[in-house]
């Protein structure tokens, strides 16, 4: 079954820092793999996605993410985190199969960002 | 390009009653696609439309859930006899046809059932 990770439920990190989300995925095939990013009571803003080529990609509001195939992962980074950054974040996994069109999600983790 | 837009974006009912939400997609995308989010999960896939023609659905989508695209425009999902579990938030998201389009979400429905 095709699945997503998020092991981790929130990041806590101070303005300033670096910040990384954590994101694997267990998937039959080559994924697309895709950042969704979410405010309460809002529905989902896009990030960025990974489709081919260049394992780093970068995003909106100056986020990037790599992916790593071999370890499965699909991280989210920002060199410097912003409070306004605090929110709910996902990982989503989508398989090009015929038949079939459907993101599947992990459970997301909430990042806090200290002033 | 306005948006993906959903209506209501709240809507409270007793259980036993039908709901019925509509999803707007942005105007040139013809696919549809209906989520639902439970509070702290993720969204989990309910069903999706190319034009007006359902391709997917989803073992969630129980014989209580329907869903129509009928001019491949916009969408509505209709719950009847509405259950406590039905409460959630449903989203509506739309893109081109093609997996590596980003699929765009709308605000959402929060459906409440007393």
């Known amino acids: 079954a095709q699945s997503v990770a998020q092991p981790e439920d929130q990041v806590n990190v101070a303005e300033g820092n670096p910040l990384t989300v954590k994101c694997t995925y267990s998937?039959?095939?080559?994924?697309?793999l895709f950042w969704y990013v979410q405010y309460p009571n809002r529905g989902l803003q896009f990030l960025l996605k990974y489709i081919t080529g260049d394992n780093l990609v970068k995003g909106s509001y100056g986020f990037e993410a790599e992916f790593n195939k071999s370890q499965t992962s699909f991280h989210l980074k920002k060199p410097s985190a912003l409070v306004s950054d605090s929110a709910l974040y996902f990982c989503?996994?989508?398989?090009?199969?015929?038949?079939?069109?459907?993101?599947?999600f992990g459970t997301g983790t909430r990042l806090q960002v200290f002033p | 390009d306005t948006g993906v837009s959903q209506d209501p974006r709240h809507k409270i009912t007793k259980r036993g009653q039908n709901v019925t939400f509509r999803c707007d997609p942005i105007s040139e995308h013809n696919r549809l696609y209906w989520y639902r989010q439970t509070l702290g999960q993720g969204p989990e896939f309910l069903t999706y439309?190319?034009?007006?023609?359902?391709?997917?659905k989803s073992r969630l989508l129980s014989d209580r859930f329907s869903a129509e695209r009928p001019k491949g425009s916009f969408s509505t999902l209709e719950i009847q006899r509405t259950e406590q579990g039905d409460s959630a938030m449903y989203l509506c998201?739309?893109?081109?046809?093609?997996?590596?389009?980003?699929?765009?979400f709308g605000p959402g429905t929060r459906l409440l059932v007393l």
């Open positions: 998201a739309s893109s081109l046809q093609g997996f590596q389009e980003t699929q765009y």
């Open positions: 989503a996994v989508r398989v090009p199969r015929r038949g079939t069109d459907k993101l599947i």
């Open positions: 439309f190319q034009n007006e023609a359902q391709l997917e």
């Open positions: 998937v039959s095939g080559n994924p697309y």
